[in-house]
Structure formats: C-alpha cells, structure tokens
C-alpha cells in the first residue's frame, strides 16, 4: 500500500501531550481541592507545549507549518464546494486548530494570574493585586466551558471524517504514516526540535513562577 509520511515525532507527541493536560485540567477543576496542585502544574505544562507550537509551526516539517495550512476565505470556499486537494490540515481544520490554539493561550494566561478564593493562586499570582487576580479569574471561568465545546467538536469531526469520509485522521497521528500519495513532511530536524524544546522550557520555566522570590516574612511585634 502507498503512504507518506505526513505528521512528524515531535507534532505527534504535542498533539497527545496536549490532550493529557486538558483531561488533567478537566478534571482536577471538578475535583477542587488538593487537586488544583495539579491543575496549576497542567497550565504551566501547556504553557510550553503552546510555545513549543508555535516555534515548530515556523521551523517544523513540511506538514506542521502554519504556512502550509493556514489560508484565506478563497481556500475555504474552496473547500466547502469540494474543490481543494491537500494533505495536512484542511481550511477547516485549519480554523479549528488556530481556535484551540487561541483559547487555550488565554486559559492559561488568565490562569497564570488567577486565584479561587480558597486553596489555588496561580503560580504569577505574586506579581499582580487581588484585583486583577479576581478579573482574570473570572475571564478565566467564562471562557473554561469554551475549550470544552471546541474538543467535543474536534471529536465530533474525527468520528464524522471516519464514519462518512472513510478518512482516519487518528492513526496518522499515532504512526505518522498516511495511506496514499502524497509529498513526504520534509525539515524539523534535530537542530530545529532542539531550539523549540529549549524556548518551550524557558517559557514553563517562566509560567511556573519558581523564580519569583518569596515574600519577606512580617516582622516580629516588639516586645516590651
């Protein structure tokens, strides 16, 4: 059978490692409690697995490229009356994929900041007031029900381009491989994957807040 290689290693891997960390996140914001430890430690693990994106989307593979599937109004048309041909993400699924993308940004960002009045600050929580914190909170909760609504339609979208289309899009993700013709991803070697890797690190390491120093303990009441 004829096949291409069409999503790289490190793709694939943000692909599977981002969807842990929004069934962690999921999840452990149900919980409440102790388990926002790990909610915190999810946002900042996104953190830099979306930087690490945005770096392999200029210098990954060939398929991975924002420039490869990211078009204009005309491809989506296009699209829509059947008259686009590629590999890789479609207009559409370019839309969806700019749109998680966004949303999670500003999940984690308003995240970073934010407090629930109990047990979690978030892990910048330090640099900013009470105030703020509460506002970012609050955007923070009215867009959580957002993310999940675009996951549901990301399935809905795989079982439909699988049940109607006969195209599975899931073991391409697992393997790499595409059955048919097709251009093999070429680029994102190990030079490019290791400028990513260290720029995704830098960034955790800033959203993880571990470099703030610690407040100064109130000093002793005199005595008398």
Known sequence: MQRFRLWDLPIRIFHWALALCVIVSFITVNIGGNAMV????????????????LVWGVAGSTYARFAQFVHGPDA???????????????PLGALSVLAMLG???????????????????????????????????GIHRL?????????FAHVAAIVFYTKVKNQDLVR???????????ETAKGGGAIA??????IALLAA????????????????????
């Open 103 to 137: 949303v999670l940004a500003l999940l984690v960002a308003t995240g970073l900041f934010a407090n629930d009045d109990i047990a979690f600050e978030g892990p910048l929580y330090a640099l900013v007031g009470k105030e703020f914190s509460d506002r970012v909170a």
């Open 172 to 182: 391409p993700m697992i393997t790499g491989w595409k059955a048919g013709a097709g």
């Open 205 to 224: 390491y800033g959203a993880s807040g571990t470099w703030i120093p610690p407040a100064p303990a109130p000093a002793a009441a005199p005595s008398f």
């Open 193 to 198: 994957f290791c400028i990513a890797l260290a």
């Open 38 to 53: 790990w909610h915190g430690r999810s946002g900042v693990t996104v953190v830099g697995l979306l930087v690490f994106r």
């Open 143 to 151: 867009i959580e029900p957002l993310i999940m609504l675009l996951v």
């Open 76 to 90: 989506i048309k296009a699209y829509l009356r059947g008259q686009w041909q590629g590999a890789g993400h479609n």
